[in-house]
């Protein structure tokens, strides 16, 4: 046990490399990225519309959003694994009430790897909105970018498949060290009265909790749930024409400097419907950054433990942020499709997914029984739980 021990010592600097690269896509490869076409249509698109309805955490409308999200996973993407992190909390606007907080998230690793021995590439968003004013929507904040993660998902899964079947089939599976891809899917984003440590953040505080505290095999590369995310890239407040993002932190300034090139590239090849005076992405010479400069959101909880963090918000909020106009007549199509493009070419670039989505899209058999059954459960007054009957 003592040589097994050392030996691990000795070996873990090497072992803790990423078997995957980040390997950027050809030309050839982002023409085949697919676009949103009439998913995204506000009314009847079938990842989009579905979302934009009033769901503050613990009401029913949050709860058709969830069902949402399960019913479109467990149909076109079987292979991901989906689970939930939940919790309860009291809050400002609703006194003694326990209202639940519903964490989903989705998984897909290569098939041979076991827990703790796989990092991830997580996409995240917030699909809650505010408590008030009644009705609100957050079509921007951020039912858009829920919708995005969502498409990039399903862009990518054949093209995970055929690499790990690949990889399988010549045993060049790795010893340790392959990456996966997640999504979490935050609930609890908004304030339900006024913004403040404990009001604000509920489903991201209690998901960085209970990850880091869940440790993983002794041996593994990754100590616990919480460590496995080697990049969380959080999605908010998109959607809208025009919106521009900076560069916040220095240590993920890789990071975004490929989304830029991606950016470019893509402009270039004329695959972004957008037509814009400059970069949405402009910082990519950025060499000063202000440590001070920190937007509340996701993020905050995951990164004070250690989480690297790109964060995709731009830095001056949409006129309609938390009004009643942020509903779907702001939501811009052209620039819903090239952020879900530039997305889904990012995470394929991370994945190292070149030479993979060769070949040509074919139509999607859905099943025709959902792999989850649903119980709905009252807690007080109006809240509501959402839980499968079954684990994923």
Same mark, same amino acid.
């Given at each position: ?11 873990? /600097? ?21 676009? %949103?076409?009439?998913? *995204? ?8 519309? /579905? ?8 009401? &029913? ?12 996973? !467990? ?9 939930? =992190?939940?919790? !309860? ?8 009430? =326990?209202?639940? *907080? ?10 041979? !790897?076991? /827990? ?10 917030? *699909? ?20 995005? %993660? ?20 010549? =045993?060049?599976?790795? +010893? ?6 997640? +999504? +979490?899917?935050?609930?609890? &984003? #908004? ?17 960085? #909790?209970?990850? #880091?505290?869940? /440790? ?32 916040? *932190? ?11 090139? +991606? #950016? ?31 937007? =509340? ?9 250690? %989480? &690297? ?27 819903? @499709? ?15 997914? &070149? ?25 007080? @007054? ?11």
């Amino acid at each position: 046990m003592a040589m097994h021990l050392l030996l691990h010592t000795l070996l873990w /600097p090497f072992m803790i490399q990423r078997v995957d690269a980040y390997t950027p896509l050809s030309n050839d490869t982002l023409q085949r990225i697919p676009s %949103v076409g009439t998913d *995204f249509d506000v009314h009847t698109g079938s990842i989009l519309s /579905p979302i934009l309805i009033p769901r503050v955490s613990g009401t &029913e409308g949050s709860t058709k959003v969830q069902r949402h999200f399960v019913d479109w996973f !467990t149909t076109q993407l079987p292979h991901w694994q989906l689970t939930f =992190q939940n919790s !309860t909390s009291t809050t400002p606007a609703t006194g003694t009430r =326990q209202v639940p *907080f519903v964490n989903l998230i989705l998984t897909r690793d290569p098939p041979w !790897t076991t /827990p703790g021995d796989v990092g991830h590439l997580t996409l995240a968003a917030h *699909f809650d909105s505010k408590y008030d004013p009644p009705g609100f929507i957050g079509a921007t904040d951020s039912a858009a970018p829920c919708a995005m %993660v969502m498409h990039a998902a399903r862009s990518l899964d054949a093209a995970l498949t055929r690499k790990w079947t690949a990889m399988e089939s010549d =045993q060049h599976k790795g +010893i340790a060290g392959s990456s996966g891809i997640q +999504i +979490i899917l935050f609930d609890g &984003e #908004e304030a339900f009265q006024s913004w403040s440590a404990t009001d604000s953040l509920y489903g991201s505080r209690s998901l960085a #909790e209970a990850w #880091e505290a869940t /440790p993983h095999a002794a041996m593994s590369m990754y100590h616990n749930k919480l460590s496995s995310i080697d990049l969380l890239v959080l999605l908010d407040l998109l959607g809208a024409a025009n919106t521009v993002i900076p560069s916040y *932190f220095e240590t993920t300034h890789w990071a975004y400097k490929n989304l830029a090139s +991606i #950016e470019t590239r893509m402009r270039s090849l004329g695959l972004l419907k957008t037509v814009v005076t400059s970069p949405i992405l402009p910082d990519s010479e950025k060499s000063k950054f202000n440590s001070e400069l920190t937007i =509340q959101d996701d993020h905050i909880p995951l990164m004070k433990r250690g %989480v &690297e963090v790109l964060h995709l918000i731009p830095a001056r909020f949409p006129k309609v942020w938390h009004t009643m106009a942020d509903n779907a007549d702001v939501l811009d199509l052209p620039t819903m @499709d090239d952020w879900a493009k530039m997305i889904t070419a990012f995470a394929g670039e991370w994945m190292d997914l &070149e030479g993979y989505f060769s070949e040509p899209a074919q139509p999607r058999i859905q099943k025709s029984e959902l792999a989850a059954i649903y119980h709905l459960w009252t807690i007080q @007054d109006d809240s509501v739980w959402l839980e499968p009957s079954k684990s994923y």
